[in-house]
């Protein structure tokens, strides 16, 4: 990343069970778990370090969180929590888009995690062109993936082809 540039990432929830119980209480299955944990090693290995989260407030992409941030080692990070919200779980892209824009200004790096189809359409419309795009962001954001935007700006001016792709990672 270049200086003054922000980090957003953005996220597609593990693997959750099926469909026997109302959606928003779906936990995740136990290959759900091990992606998580497998992605918060990466994100480990990787030196990513966030200072703000927006996470769909569903019960799968909370312990996705859990799982990704006590892997990842970040759940001793002081000065912040991470924001679930009720909003995010019924966002299309431009709504997860307009929510994504009130980050406070002071946060540099930021974990969005939602729900497809709406991660991976915001990720497709966040995207410059600037870089190759993996085949998996277009074609299937698949469960448990993150991908990695550089963006130079205020939170608040936060708009469609306005971020540069600088990392893609998807488990197995």
Not at 50 to 73: H, K, M, N, V, Y
Not at 90 to 118: K, M, S, Y
Request: glycine residues 10%; proline residues 6%.
């Amino acid at each position: 990343m270049r200086d003054g540039e922000r980090l957003l990432a953005v996220m597609r929830h593990a693997k959750a069970e099926g469909f026997d119980r109302p959606d928003n209480e779906r936990e995740l299955a136990s290959r759900g778990v091990d992606d998580a944990r497998a992605t918060g090693r990466w994100c480990a290995s990787e030196g990513l370090v966030p200072d703000g989260a927006l996470i769909s407030a569903a019960e799968r992409t909370r312990e996705t969180w859990r799982e990704l941030s006590g892997a990842a080692q970040w759940s001793s990070a002081p000065g912040w929590e991470p924001h679930f919200s009720q909003a995010l779980y019924t966002a299309g892209p431009e709504t997860a888009l307009d929510l994504i824009r009130e980050t406070p200004e002071q946060t540099q790096a930021l974990w969005v995690i939602g729900h497809n189809p709406t991660m991976s359409f915001l990720a497709a419309i966040l995207d410059d062109g600037s870089q190759d795009t993996p085949k998996q962001l277009t074609t299937g954001f698949p469960t448990c993936a993150v991908a990695l935007f550089a963006f130079a700006g205020s939170w608040a001016d936060l708009a469609q082809g306005s971020c540069r792709l600088v990392g893609f990672h998807a488990p197995g």
